[in-house]
């Protein structure tokens, strides 16, 4: 069974940095791409970063580019999401999801099937 659990969220001052993680069981989370979502109250999904199986490429959303890292531990089949400068923009409810279906599109929501519960990530002013 496919279990992805999510660990790392809270509270930040705006500035500050967060990492989040994302550990991966019942799948070898290196055979697959992985993507990182968000959803703040009233908002739609946001595309935040992903990578590709083969780690060869990674893909940031336009309003975090510079400031977040998407990054996988094989050992650990664990998969983070390094938030630096964080803002209060940046405050929603963040998902890992993996592309367990290969759809490739990993920047779109549509490629991932289980989206789980997520994470909280709230910045303050």
């Known amino acids: 069974q496919v279990q992805v659990v999510e660990a790392g969220g809270g509270l930040v001052q705006a500035g500050g940095s967060l990492r989040v993680s994302c550990a991966a069981s019942?799948?070898?989370?290196?055979?697959?791409?992985v993507g990182w979502f968000r959803q703040a109250p009233g908002k739609e999904r946001e595309f935040v970063a992903a990578?590709?199986?083969?780690?060869?490429?990674?893909y940031f959303g336009d309003s975090v580019k510079g400031r977040f890292t998407i990054s996988r531990d094989n050992a650990k089949n664990t998969v983070y999401l390094q938030m630096n400068s964080l803002k209060p923009e940046d405050t929603a409810l963040y998902y890992c999801?993996?592309?367990?279906?290969?759809?490739?599109?990993?920047?779109?929501?549509?490629?991932?099937?289980?989206w789980g519960q997520g994470i909280q990530v709230t910045v303050s002013s």
């Open positions: 999801l993996i592309d367990l279906a290969g759809r490739r599109r990993l920047w779109e929501g549509r490629s991932y099937d289980d």
């Open positions: 019942g799948l070898t989370v290196s055979s697959y791409g």
């Open positions: 990578m590709t199986k083969n780690g060869d490429s990674t």
